[in-house]
């Protein structure tokens, strides 16, 4: 049985997320002591800024309660200050969670990718640490495939919904492929940098026109495997661009109009492919009027945001098709750990051998006559007692590997053995 | 059966894909799902079908008439569509082709079917020019719709506030890459659709051109398409110029279709 204890973004203030959150390298030692201290026999710990999660392997709903101890314990915090934020579920709602966690169903920005890499590398800390089992190993396994059915089969991972990815997406809109077009970045700064990466690793080349400070512009064209311009060029840099990303720090505007006309007329034969500008300065750098010259596409930083929250929308409306994907793995992988469940397997191994016990004292019963109460008895407890003594180690046997987890191999092979 | 009732099923058929397209996109999900494609398919079987029996009861090949017309044409566009799609895939040509389809078959079981028995129809050159004219209009019908997407996806882009068509249509590029490259497909089939409709004009009347007026138009549409392609091969000449002349082709070109159809209702040289 799967046992959660965890509080989350939709629980709790992030100090208190904080204050109990663990480590890169406590985690080890914690997943060993969770396992001790909380009595169970498997472990995972799931920590990221947006949620704090206990998972393990436990016997019934107490061992939540042992887990909740323990968290507090682990960080030094007294338990009635914590308990109002931590939820406690088990067995079907555990694992419905730990789906929806994996499919971004939980997040903060729904359909978000990060948390399906954190996922991951919670479930390999417990694998490295040892305290992973078969029962969070099958958890693992079938969690992050729904999660990634997800991804694909809906659209809750399409559309950016940051500034710097918006701005590649709509590059893609208008250019489709990104191979070999020019980019050219106006200041150097931090937000240019990291659109102008996304732009690059999908095939663009960088230019970096040069401020007051060369060097900058010298050492960013080196990062993007570009080239550096000085700024007088800025002109003609144009007429080869296909993207500009400017975000200079100067106090008013740096690429006018009439630059960008004059870099249209002088393209020549490509004076109808169109010319992307993104101007991400505050204040901005390219003049609005820009806007109104034909094939210009002028973006900035409200744009940017303005796309960015239409693209979240359309995602919200993706939610409803993942969640019930979501749900219809979570129910699969229910039947499939009913499917492994040794106790109806008992039960019936118990009922068939008494329905044989029976049958075979009849037949007895027949072919001896009227028999008196004392050897009634006899045969009775003659009989209970082979089947018992017949049956006592595989049933040892059977419970034995129930408590190591998930055994679906030997689960099969018992099933077939006895001919369940 | 009769042509007309294989005919009603490809209606029923392509009514499905119409309604499931326009569906999807208001919900803004995949516009083009296995379901669509099947159906579409198997729209498209019984069409072929439904052209076939008719053309042994017509006695000659259905496209006289605008029941016969109306088939065929929407016949072409989805085969076109059908090819187009499997090489690029863009989905959104299916706003366009799924309803354009569904109309010109429902005209088609709205309409009776000509009865016109004139001996030039039994002349192997219908059949021939016919399929010509009619593959190279649904190229151009596919030239037409991405041009108009550009032109929607250009504005969207330009009001930076994105509504149902950023999502749906495809980038500008692709957009007018597919464009250029129907009207070039759609251009040469128009080009030899005109060269046999002369060489069937001689072959019944003696004269190659008789300047009526919906040659005329056809010229029109041809020169404006000429003065496309070399644009776009002369000076890398695209996007939205190319999108406003492959929308003006395709409109020459649908001039000159009315006219041939709702006028004349049969072909020039057959009349």
């Not at chain 2, 004349?264 to 040289?269: I, N, P």
């Amino acid at each position: 049985m799967i046992v959660l204890v965890g509080l989350s973004h939709r629980t709790s203030p992030l100090p208190v997320r904080e204050s109990l959150a663990f480590s890169q390298d406590r985690l080890p030692e914690a997943l060993r002591r969770m396992r001790q201290e909380g009595g169970v026999a498997e472990a995972m710990i799931l920590s990221t800024c947006n949620r704090v999660e206990l998972y393990g392997r436990g016997e019934d709903d107490e061992d939540g309660g042992r887990l909740e101890e323990f968290l507090c314990a682990f960080h030094g915090r007294p338990r009635d200050e914590i308990a109002p934020y931590v939820y406690r579920l088990t067995g079907a709602d555990a694992v419905r969670h730990a789906f929806r966690v994996a499919a971004s169903l939980e997040s903060m920005v729904i359909g978000e990718p990060q948390i399906l890499g954190q996922v991951k590398d919670a479930y390999q800390a417990a694998e490295t640490a040892g305290t992973l089992g078969s029962a969070l190993n099958a958890l693992r396994n079938r969690s992050l495939a729904a999660a990634k059915r997800a991804r694909t089969e809906t659209g809750i991972g399409e559309n950016a919904v940051s500034v710097s990815y918006v701005a590649v997406e709509l590059a893609r809109k208008i250019f489709g492929q990104l191979r070999d077009r020019n980019v050219l970045l106006v200041g150097a700064g931090k937000m240019s940098e990291l659109a102008a990466r996304h732009l690059v690793r999908s095939g663009a080349r960088a230019t970096v026109l040069g401020g007051r400070t060369f060097e900058r512009a010298e050492a960013l064209a080196a990062a993007l495997g570009g080239r550096p311009a000085p700024f007088e060029s800025l002109r003609a840099e144009l007429a080869a661009a296909d993207i500009v990303i400017s975000g200079t720090g100067a106090p008013g505007i740096v690429v006018h109009r009439e630059d960008v006309e004059h870099a249209r007329a002088a393209r020549g034969g490509r004076h109808q492919r169109p010319l992307f500008l993104i101007d991400i300065a505050v204040p901005r750098d390219i003049d609005p009027a820009a806007r109104k010259v034909g094939g210009v596409f002028l973006y900035d930083l409200d744009d940017l945001k303005a796309v960015a929250e239409a693209n979240l929308r359309e995602r919200q409306k993706e939610a409803s098709a993942a969640e019930g994907l979501v749900e219809r793995e979570v129910r699969e992988f229910l039947e499939w750990q009913k499917s492994l469940d040794v106790v109806p397997i008992l039960v019936e191994l118990r009922r068939r051998a008494d329905q044989i016990r029976q049958s075979e004292m009849e037949r007895a019963r027949r072919r001896l006559g009227p028999l008196t109460p004392e050897q009634e008895a006899a045969l009775e407890a003659a009989t209970t007692a082979i089947v018992n003594k017949l049956l006592h180690s595989p049933t040892v046997l059977i419970k034995e590997i129930a408590r190591n987890g998930y055994a679906a191999e030997q689960v099969a092979l018992i099933r077939k053995l006895l001919g369940l | 059966m009769a042509s007309h009732v294989y005919l009603l099923f490809t209606l029923a058929f392509y009514a499905v894909g119409a309604l499931h397209v326009l569906l999807q996109a208001l919900t803004r999900r995949k516009l083009l799902t296995s379901w669509t494609v099947t159906a579409t398919l198997a729209g498209f079987a019984l069409h072929t079908a439904a052209l076939s029996q008719r053309w042994t009861e017509a006695g000659h090949f259905p496209a006289v008439g605008l029941h016969d017309v109306a088939s065929f044409l929407a016949w072409a566009i989805v085969l076109v569509f059908l090819m187009t799609y499997t090489r690029t895939r863009v989905e959104a040509l299916g706003l366009a082709v799924y309803p354009v389809a569904f109309a010109l078959v429902l005209i088609a079981n709205l309409t009776p079917a000509s009865a016109s028995d004139d001996p030039i129809l039994r002349s192997y050159f219908l059949p021939i020019h016919a399929t010509l004219a009619f593959l190279g209009y649904a190229a151009l019908f596919v030239a037409f719709t991405m041009g108009v997407l550009y032109l929607i996806q250009e504005r969207e882009l330009k009001g930076r506030s994105p509504r149902a068509f950023y999502y749906i249509v495809p980038s500008l590029e692709r957009c007018d890459t597919i464009g250029g490259r129907s009207v070039e497909v759609g251009f040469g089939f128009l080009t030899l659709a005109i060269v046999t409709g002369m060489l069937w004009s001689h072959r019944a009347r003696g004269v190659y051109w008789t300047g009526d007026a919906k040659e005329w138009t056809a010229i029109i549409a041809w020169v404006l398409y000429v003065v496309l392609i070399l644009a776009r091969q002369r000076t890398g000449w695209g996007g939205r110029r190319a999108a406003l002349l492959g929308i003006a082709g395709f409109a020459a070109v649908v001039l000159t279709f009315v006219w041939v159809t709702v006028a004349s209702g049969v072909a020039s040289a057959a009349r």
